[in-house]
């Protein structure tokens, strides 16, 4: 009313903004083989791991960069980035009390405590500083359990033949552009092995802290779950606001066996870039990607992705056994201008495979937001059953919001479904509330939770309380 | 409790109430009627603070304070509700958790206790027993996939729960076969009391057959035109509008 004009408050500004000074060990910017073989020497791998990085890098010669996706980005540069960092004073596997202290500094403002009594209960934390592993929480409980979370540089180490059997086996070397570049680049990441019949003690974790302007990020992932084991892991993101914009090309590999099942949960918020110029931000690639390799094994895909520029990002899930399970529950929101093509990939070949995608996509201010994905049901997927709910929310009358679904059906005896929705949260919805006495920020809070519950519910209990916090930040002010 | 002083709005540009007045005591009943397009339910959504409508002059008092300046939580704190013509969907959010939410939310504007979902849960019982509602209701989502008559029917739930001093109820009968009018009317009968004020807004005389009103007053072209006893709703009945917008009291702005 103009009797009661409000003066609109700044949005709450991106708190994980900051910059830690480290000091850093790199090499000159710009790819080339030597660049590959510096890195590989720098961390001290075995051949079979230079080979693999060399093989990527022909590949990635040969490959362009795609642009089906519904984004805009200015060029991308390779030869203008830097591809190895790490901090210099960097521990020897895992003793955290030699990781140098603004590192430590560093997690602790990102309210992940790595001080004993503080931590996460129950939350085993890798922590992964501009793409180098920093230490791990909880050592001894995940020993003792036989479970291995340790950085990717360490496993290479310590388990190289799992490594070596694994990496590459979901995610093939040639597979993408990014995912292709990351195969030769990549630099450090998380390692999970969960020996066969073992349940594990806890959630596994790692935080992903990006600190450097012109380091490229290039994380690698790999999860395997024996014969009848679980496990369950999340991973969290953020990254200081720089004006200028950071490539992160992570692989994540997940395998599971028979009867064996892998929960993994994303809550990703890298610096998305100024709201009002776009300026700056991360560009988000990923390629994940889970197979179902034994009988009965299920993978299921969490996310919750709130931050980043740009974000092209297709959890998939291969359902190769018989009666395997892949699921895929995703909130996406976009503020500001940013952009957002995510979606899932879910592959049946199997018989009696099932699939279940929940996508959540929610764009306010000026941003973008789509939906693509892809069923495909081989022609032995014989009783495969799909079930697809994809529901856009607009924000405004400035953002827009897209579904690409992708459906290929291999056989007659298959079932798919696909249900689609976009709403508006609109004034009227504020003013209902409002009218009940409750305000407009509590309103805008409990409407979107509503309408993500259903991703929500699949998050571990700290993390779901966090995203719905994130969510309703996210969106202050852009309502009316 | 309500005094509303030659008030005026309008919205876009557009002007829809143009001098109006009106006052409400505590236990009164007052209906307004009037023809399509007069402005009734913009005076529901003015006093309820709609942020659309843009005030050009006079002055509302409610219960003291300037109405005026108050956001629409702070009405709704103050003791101020309005039954929606049409109440919004909200997917994802249980009528519970709604209900619970604005209960709380009230009681701690004013300083009262708050009541835990347990305690709450007892008294909405009793609330959906006195406005005849199935307990399922609890359970889904907050107006989704509700028919026209039960997201009335929830209209009068949320007034039973959150009890304000002030409700205006607009066209809660409109869309209602008659038994479902009954049940309604008969929940707002329950609920009103000596301390309260409900102005009921409607097209028709029927349910004013359930409510009794204590004025019956005609709005035409954003203004009470004629106000009068019980009575003269029945007489807007048989004889319509088309009389009073020729009598020479009325002010024709085409």
Redesign the interface.
């Known amino acids: 009313?103009?009797?009661?004009s409000a003066i609109p408050k700044p949005r709450e500004e991106y708190k994980y903004g900051f910059v830690t000074e480290v000091e850093m060990d790199s090499i000159p910017k710009g790819l080339n083989e030597s660049v590959v073989r510096t890195i590989s020497a720098k961390k001290e791998e075995p051949q079979f791991l230079l080979d693999f990085r060399l093989k990527a890098y022909k590949r990635w010669l040969e490959m362009k960069e795609p642009h089906w996706a519904n984004i805009t980005y200015p060029v991308i540069d390779y030869q203008n980035m830097c591809y190895y960092t790490a901090p210099k004073n960097k521990p020897k596997l895992n003793s955290l009390e030699e990781v140098d202290p603004a590192i430590l500094k560093t997690f602790e403002r990102l309210g992940i405590p790595l001080d004993e009594q503080k931590r996460l209960t129950n939350v085993a934390v890798d922590m992964v500083f501009d793409s180098v592993s920093i230490g791990t929480t909880f050592k001894k409980k995940l020993d003792d359990a036989g479970v291995v979370l340790c950085s990717i540089s360490e496993a290479i180490k310590t388990h190289p033949e799992l490594v070596e059997k694994y990496l590459g086996s979901v995610v093939p070397i040639g597979d993408n552009f990014y995912a292709t570049l990351n195969s030769a680049v990549f630099s450090d990441g998380s390692f999970v092995y969960v020996p066969k019949g073992v349940i594990s003690p806890m959630e596994l974790s790692t935080y992903f802290r990006i600190n450097d302007k012109e380091t490229g990020q290039f994380e690698r992932t790999l999860i395997i779950a024996e014969e009848d084991s679980f496990v369950s892991y999340l991973e969290g993101c953020t990254a200081p606001a720089f004006t200028t914009n950071q490539l992160h090309a992570a692989v994540v590999e997940l395998i599971a066996l028979d009867n064996a099942q892998i929960k993994y949960a994303t809550v990703q918020n890298w610096y998305s870039g100024n709201p009002e110029t776009g300026e700056g931000g991360v560009f988000n690639f990923v390629t994940k990607r889970g197979r179902c390799a034994g009988v009965n094994s299920k993978i299921s895909w969490t996310q919750v992705e709130v931050g980043a520029a740009i974000t092209w990002k297709y959890p998939s899930c291969i359902l190769q056994g018989d009666n395997s399970v892949g699921e895929f529950y995703s909130v996406a929101l976009t503020n500001g201008q940013m952009q957002a093509d995510t979606g899932t990939k879910m592959i049946h070949i199997g018989k009696n495979t099932k699939s279940t995608v929940v996508s959540k996509g929610i764009a306010a201010d000026t941003s973008h937001n789509s939906y693509r994905g892809l069923i495909k049901i081989g022609p032995k997927a014989t009783g495969a059953r799909n079930y697809t709910q994809c529901d856009s929310m607009l924000v405004g009358a400035r953002c827009s919001a897209n579904t690409f679904p992708y459906i290929e059906v291999g056989n007659a005896t298959s079932q798919v479904e696909h249900e689609a929705s976009t709403?508006k949260l609109n004034?009227?919805?504020l003013?209902?509330?409002?009218?009940?006495?409750?305000?407009?920020e509590?309103a805008v809070n409990?409407?979107v939770?509503?309408?993500?519950?259903e991703v929500i519910r699949e998050l571990p209990l700290e993390f779901a309380v966090e995203t719905q916090k994130l969510l309703s930040i996210k969106l202050e002010n852009s309502v009316? | 409790m309500l005094d509303i002083k030659d008030l005026y709005c309008s919205i876009e540009g557009k002007a829809i109430l143009k001098g109006l007045k009106l006052k409400v005591k505590a236990g009164e009943i007052h209906a307004i009627m009037g023809p399509n397009g007069a402005g009734k339910s913009t005076l529901a959504k003015v006093l309820?603070?709609?942020?659309?409508?843009?005030?050009t002059r006079g002055e509302v008092t409610f219960k003291g304070q300037n109405l005026?300046?108050?956001?629409?939580?702070e009405?709704?704190?103050a003791g101020l509700?309005?039954s929606?013509q049409y109440?919004?969907e909200?997917?994802?959010?249980s009528n519970f958790?709604?209900l619970h939410?604005?209960y709380n939310?009230?009681r701690k504007?004013r300083g009262e206790k708050e009541l835990t979902a347990e305690e709450f849960a007892k008294y909405l019982n009793e609330k959906m027993a006195l406005v005849d509602i199935k307990t399922e209701f609890k359970d889904r989502?907050l107006n989704e996939g509700f028919s026209g008559g039960e997201k009335k029917r929830n209209e009068i739930l949320?007034l039973a729960v959150?009890q304000p001093s002030l409700a205006i109820l607009d066209e809660t009968d409109s869309g209602l076969d008659i038994d479902a009018m009954r049940v309604v009317a008969s929940g707002v009968n329950h609920i009103m009391n000596k301390e309260m004020g409900l102005i009921l807004i409607t097209h028709y005389q029927r349910l004013l057959d359930y409510i009794k009103p204590d004025f019956v007053h005609v709005m035409i072209d954003g203004k009470i035109v004629q106000s009068g006893g019980p009575e003269m709703a029945l007489q807007l009945e048989e004889k319509g509008y088309d009389w009073l917008e020729k009598s020479p009291d009325a002010e024709v702005v085409k």
Do not use: W
């Open positions: 009313m103009a009797t009661e709403s004034e009227d919805q003013f209902y509330f409002m009218t009940r006495g409750i305000s407009q509590n409990m409407i939770n509503g309408f993500c519950k009316g | 309820a603070g709609h942020p659309a409508y843009t005030i005026l300046e108050l956001e629409p939580e009405r709704a704190h509700f309005m929606f109440p919004v909200i997917p994802g959010v958790l709604f939410t604005a939310v009230n504007a989502n949320q959150l």
